[in-house]
């Protein structure tokens, strides 16, 4: 018999984990980053939406339990954008940013970089994560294709200088020894790509600055369109772009660090990138459920925060937004 506590009466469109507490919020991005979901069908994936459209219209098949139901929804959640309806490229999506993300975390934390890895593994981060934010975004609202290419261009251009520049700091430091300045190198990835990151997630997505994201009811109603919440949104979203990065590439150059020391290591030097995929590997699993259950993906905003029309145009106290992640 399937525990009650597990599997709560089904409500479509709701998350099954509480959101107003950072466990449930964890239990709930954990179904959203599930990599077993990139390899669900087209054909599972229609019985699931068809499957919750049948629900939604009081004619669902007899002995569907809520289990099979939260299921549904937990698919399309991970494959269908919310805003759109439409599939998000599989490596952009949340369920594949740790497979698609971890070669690259690998490459960022390899010691003995050179000016041109340096430059070539922050293009290839930022590329993934600027696509990453542009999939995963607030698209309430249409976005040209000109300002996707400028907020590229301008995340990648800021992570390289700033990764490049500390590189050029930390080998022009006379003060430190040579081992000192190779464990220091191993973490100038870390506020290299932090501040990258911000600068991202801002240019990638500041048209929702300029143009506001709309704002919902209870009902899901559409109030109006706040870029106070935007605003909201996109400081939310940096933060877990800070945060994220954290265990990913300050754990492993700590972790390496004692591992390379082992005999097993010492004997068997190809066994180290091995490891050190290993390593990011789990790192990556830890920060990334952490960093976006900070906040809910469904943000709540009191109406006397927002612009005067939208406070007029209802009653309820808060509105809800989509963050985006």
């Not at 089904?10 to 959203?32: A, E, M, N, V, W």
């Not at 251009?157 to 700033?162: E, G, N």
Request: glycine content about 4%.
């Amino acid at each position: 018999m399937v525990d009650s506590t597990e599997y709560p009466t089904f409500q479509l469109g709701k998350p099954r984990f509480q959101q107003t507490t950072f466990y449930g919020r964890f239990r709930h991005f954990l179904d959203i980053i599930d990599p077993r979901t990139l390899f669900v069908t087209e054909s599972h994936l229609k019985e699931a939406i068809q499957l919750l459209e049948d629900f939604k219209n009081g004619m669902s098949p007899p002995g569907v339990s809520d289990k099979e139901l939260w299921r549904a929804q937990k698919l399309k959640q991970a494959i269908i954008h919310p805003d759109t309806n439409e599939k998000i490229f599989m490596p952009f999506r949340m369920s594949g940013y740790i497979p698609f993300g971890t070669p690259i975390v690998v490459g960022l934390l390899l010691p003995n970089q050179t000016l041109a890895s340096t430059v070539f593994w922050q293009w290839l981060n930022q590329s993934h994560n600027a696509c990453v934010n542009y999939a995963n975004r607030n698209a309430t609202k249409p976005s040209p294709t000109s300002k996707f290419i400028q907020g590229y261009f301008g995340a990648v251009i800021s992570a390289v200088s700033i990764a490049v520049g500390l590189n050029v700091l930390v080998q022009k430091a006379n003060t430190f020894s040579p081992s000192t300045r190779l464990l220091i190198q191993r973490f100038v990835p870390f506020p290299a790509v932090a501040s990258a990151n911000v600068c991202n997630v801002v240019l990638m997505r500041h048209s929702e600055l300029e143009e506001g994201i709309d704002v919902f009811n209870s009902n899901g109603k559409i109030v109006g369109s706040s870029r106070i919440a935007a605003k909201h949104a996109l400081i939310e979203t940096a933060l877990t772009r800070i945060v994220l990065p954290m265990p990913i590439l300050v754990l492993p150059p700590i972790i390496m660090s004692i591992l390379e020391k082992t005999p097993v290591l010492r004997s068997h030097p190809r066994l180290v990138l091995p490891v050190h995929s290993l390593v990011c590997l789990a790192a990556f699993g830890l920060a990334l459920p952490l960093a976006i259950s900070l906040f809910p993906q469904m943000s709540e905003i009191e109406t006397s925060q927002l612009e005067p029309d939208i406070a007029m145009a209802t009653t309820s106290k808060t509105v809800i937004y989509n963050k985006g992640l």
